[in-house]
């Protein structure tokens, strides 16, 4: 067993008006399997680059192992796949159809051009060849993102047989299926917790329920002490003034009296101000987030699109035969099934992409207005006054759903190409949700996502009444959500 020490680290990137981490001293076992959580930009890819050296900082990072990072960017896309993880480790071929067995993965994909792997595939074939690295500890930065539900569970099952990395997912249950510790990135506090990503979270609604309370009974306690203070002062002055006049009082006694009085009320303003100290140290790492809301137009159609044994093709080749579902009015479709089983050639048949031809029964109603939010937003630059002029939304509606989604509003001045994947995403999803629609196709919303952000949209889809035909492999999210699922 050996540990990571973290140790008063200290880290802003240059030019940031705020310190990512702020003197943060932690340890941890490299035998943990562990969950890496918090939301979009608090700092979980910096610190795994800082663990990596690639950034100077303040403070000390002792280890005894070696950091290998996930995703690995292959240098030569062209090369045969077993040639490009060659560039991570030089292997025995036996070693990584092994481990590509235990993944479910067809041993000839080494035999084929890197280019040509899917997603997933490119993501088992790393994942294997950097377990295989003798004396690393693995940094796996969010590799559910290009896994459909099937190969999550396969992956979840390989990495929970598996020790030694950090594993950064907004998936839950993947997390829950995996992890045996978590790392957690709070408002004001970096902590870490024994047990699975369901865990940390019962304990911090535990934590954060007993804060709140604590904080309710100090506000309702400081008020009481503080009207009793200006009591106890009144009543000292008062006590005091009545020693002026020319009767025979005793204006020892009178003074004594006073000055106790302002001693008890002079007590009473410190017992406050520790109550108020207290209270300070309260609700610092409560996650505050507001509801989002959402203002779909209705259609009078109740049927807003309908397939019927129909034909999806590209020039003449099809793509996705015997198509037959419906959306109707206030519907929550999910298109489930393994990536490259026609999903977005259904989504790109709807919003009328020329490239995809139907063929058979078909049909949208007229007049529909559709608000898509893409699966890839890698692509977003420039500023984001460029980006709301082009998609013509409301601004201040715009702005106040991305602060709701935890945007800062230095991140308003920021260049696009600077936000991290996953606040290109929420960008995206306010851009839809600042628009009303009758129907609002999400091709894996989620992706990059952090989890309350989550937990924000399946409030608000579950509220709304709003039409939504969406691709998404979080399986809790599908559960929460979905009306009706559309098996491909």
Known sequence: MSMIDVSGLTFGYEGSTENIFENVSFRLDTDWKLGFTGRNGRGKTTFMNLLLG?????????????????????????????????????????????ELNRLRVDEDVLWRPWNTLSMGERTKVLLAVLFLKPGSFLLIDEPTNHLDAEA???????????????LVSHDRAFLDACTDHTLSINRASIEVTAG??????????RQDAFETAQNDRLKKEIARLRETAREKASWSDKTESSKIGTGSYDRGFI??????MMS???????????????KSSLLKNVEEYEDLKLHPLTHHAPRLVSFDGASLCYGDTPAVTGLKFDITRGARVCLSGANGCGKSTVIKAILGDPAVRVEGKASIASGLTISYVPQDVSGLSGSLEDFESASGVDVVLFRAILRKLDFSREMFTLPMEAYSAGQKKKAALARSLAGSA?????????????????????????????????????RRFCDAIATDVVKM
């Open 54 to 98: 690639k950034f100077p900082y303040q403070g000390k990072i002792t280890a005894s192992v070696d950091f290998e990072y996930f995703p690995y960017e292959v240098k030569d896309a062209s090369a045969f796949a077993i040639d490009a993880a060659r560039e991570v480790y030089d292997f025995e071929d036996w070693e990584l159809m092994r």
């Open 152 to 166: 999550r569970t396969l992956t979840a099952a390989y990495l929970n047989s598996k020790r030694g990395f950090i």
């Open 196 to 205: 699975s990503f369901s865990v940390w979270y019962e304990n911090k609604l």
């Open 255 to 260: 003074g004594h009296k006073a000055q106790k």
């Open 264 to 278: 008890r009320a002079k007590a009473i303003e410190k017992r406050t101000e520790a109550k108020i100290e207290e």
């Open 438 to 474: 009758h129907l609002y196709i999400w091709d894996e919303p989620l992706n990059y996502i952090d989890i309350y952000s989550r937990m924000q949209i399946e409030r608000l889809l579950a509220d709304s009444g709003a039409t939504l035909l969406f691709v998404e492999h979080d």
